[in-house]
């Protein structure tokens, strides 16, 4: 049989590429459609990445914004954020640059001691920029992986913080499934099994039904996607992809408790012209035609890394998608954390990267006043080299007052739902001053733990002081080290 299998009213179609859309004009459903140029568009539903490790969100979950008015002027506390007013105001004037795409291949460096919310800042930056624009955060020290090379995991880091957003007119087929038979047929290499050798499907709107017959390849793809009556689907004409919308409000409720969308039955035509957005990354199309162009790639395990001549093929792509009008590259942020912890080539690397036109925003962050750059001997400040530091726009934070470390504390307590005495504050607060905001913030959990076990619903001065007990602070543990080498050595 021939292996292109027909739609009858639709002519000939091809389901051998896939991707899936968002499209804007209903939901932020995802569509399976294909591209019609040779670049492989994959599949993508969330394009940020802020974290992989829960602990790190976790530690900022109160924070949702930058807290600053319309003339960008920070409010004492709002959005989760506490004072720090210089350097929100700061962040909030990037944020509309990158906003604006004035800021592609720039640099910022948010510099300050430990625990004055230079990742908190950061952090609250993605927040304001919105789902569609890419955040990528890692630490400095994921670079380095036994996986793959540094160089290449940091131009992944790039790469995965550059959206493209992908305009799309295509005439589709939509609207209710009112009919779907299927004429099944032995499996030729099962025959105790039954596939489908084609199927007639129905598809109405408010205004219009038609009926369509379907070879078996499409046939196979409506059993895969679990279509059946009563679901709204959206098949892209060229191609033949089908996409599942939901379930028709007008299909009878088969079970009391469904997890499935409810969605309305289209108007106007089945067979229509839509727009679709969406937005990949630069990474998510390199890994795509990574494994496409790799003709080993059915047997050998998949590399981690991505040739650079499938980057280049996808940048060029890209560059006539974009002169064409039908994309625009959408320039995120990629927040390295952690510096220090880059070495020279990493540096080198990345400064010139910075120069290529699609280069993401790179904000880092760094708690190192003078230190060594690492893989050299050269001290130079925040342990970052000079050249880099040139391009770069330098956000600084300061020590907390009390008053904003108390703040802190309650929101953080708030977050958690933990429940503070007075006094059980005013002692955090004490601990968060003479020692350091995050020990304060650390110890909430623990104590809150005191205090379940007194079958108390409220965190007590007691329960502080226990826990502060129990969990050294930085200077008691290195102290209490320094002490037991000293005894060492003196034996
Ligand atoms: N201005 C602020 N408002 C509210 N919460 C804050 C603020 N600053 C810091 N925090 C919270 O205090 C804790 C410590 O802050 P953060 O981790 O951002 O410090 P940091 O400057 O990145 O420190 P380090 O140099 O050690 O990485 C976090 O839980 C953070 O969310
Ligand atoms: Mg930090």
């Not at 909030?92 to 430990?114: D, F, N, Q, S, Y």
């Not at 910075?354 to 708690?367: C, V």
Request: charge should be neutral; glycine fraction near 6%; include cysteine.
């Amino acid at each position: 049989m021939c292996p292109t299998l027909l739609l009858y009213e639709l002519g000939t179609l091809n389901s051998s590429m896939s991707l899936k859309l968002s499209n804007v004009v209903s939901t932020k459903r995802l569509y399976s459609q294909a591209f019609p140029l040779t670049l492989v568009i994959p599949m993508v539903s969330e394009i940020r990445e802020i974290s992989k490790t829960f602990e790190r969100i976790s530690a900022h979950s109160h924070i949702r914004g930058l807290g600053l008015d319309e003339d960008l002027k920070a409010k004492d506390v709002a959005d989760g954020l506490v004072g720090q007013k210089k350097a929100r105001e700061a962040a909030g004037i990037i944020v509309r640059l990158i906003k604006e795409g004035k800021m592609a291949g720039r640099g910022i460096l948010i510099a300050g001691p430990p625990g004055t919310g230079k990742t908190a800042i950061a952090v609250a930056i993605s927040k304001e920029l919105g789902k569609d624009i890419p955040f990528v955060q890692v630490s400095a020290s994921e670079f380095f992986s036994t996986e793959m090379k540094k160089t290449e995991a940091l131009i992944q880091a790039m790469r995965k913080a550059i959206g493209v957003r992908i305009r799309e007119r295509r005439i589709v087929l939509e609207g209710e499934v009112v009919g779907l038979d299927y004429n099944m047929v032995p499996n030729p290499y099962n025959p105790t099994q039954k596939v489908p050798e084609s199927a007639t499907i129905t598809i109405a709107t408010k205004d219009e039904k038609r009926t369509f017959s379907v070879g078996s390849r499409i046939a196979m793809q409506f059993i895969s996607s679990g279509i059946e009556v009563g679901d709204v689907i959206v098949i892209d004409k060229e191609t033949g992809r089908i996409g599942r919308l939901g379930k028709s409000n007008r299909a009878k409720k088969k079970y009391d408790i469904e997890d499935e969308e409810i969605v309305d039955v289209p108007n106007g035509r089945v067979e229509k012209e839509k727009e679709f957005t969406y937005v990949v990354t630069l990474h998510d199309l390199d890994e795509a035609n990574a494994r496409r162009s790799s003709i080993f790639s059915l047997f050998s395990p998949p590399s981690r890394e991505i040739d650079n001549e499938v980057r280049q093929a996808v940048d060029e792509k890209v560059k006539s998608l974009v002169e064409e009008g039908r994309a625009e590259l959408v320039p995120g942020v990629l927040f390295i954390d952690e510096t220090h912890l880059m070495d020279i080539e990493l540096f080198a690397f990345m400064n010139r990267a910075m120069e290529s036109d699609m280069a993401p925003i790179i904000i880092l962050a760094s708690n190192r006043g003078f230190a060594k750059i690492r893989g050299t001997d050269i001290v130079a400040p925040h342990g970052i080299p000079l050249d880099l530091l040139d391009r770069l726009l330098i956000i600084t934070t300061e020590p907390y007052s009390r008053e904003e470390i108390k703040t802190i504390i309650e929101i953080r307590a708030a977050e958690s739902g933990i429940m503070l005495s007075r006094e059980a504050l005013e002692k955090l607060t004490e601990i968060g001053e003479k020692t350091s905001l995050r020990y304060a913030v650390q110890l909430l959990a623990p104590a809150n733990e005191y205090a379940k076990l007194r079958k108390s619903g409220k965190v007590e001065i007691s329960d502080v002081n226990r826990a502060a007990e129990i969990f050294a602070d930085v200077t008691q543990s290195s102290e209490y080290l320094k002490k037991w080498e000293e005894k060492l050595l003196a034996h």
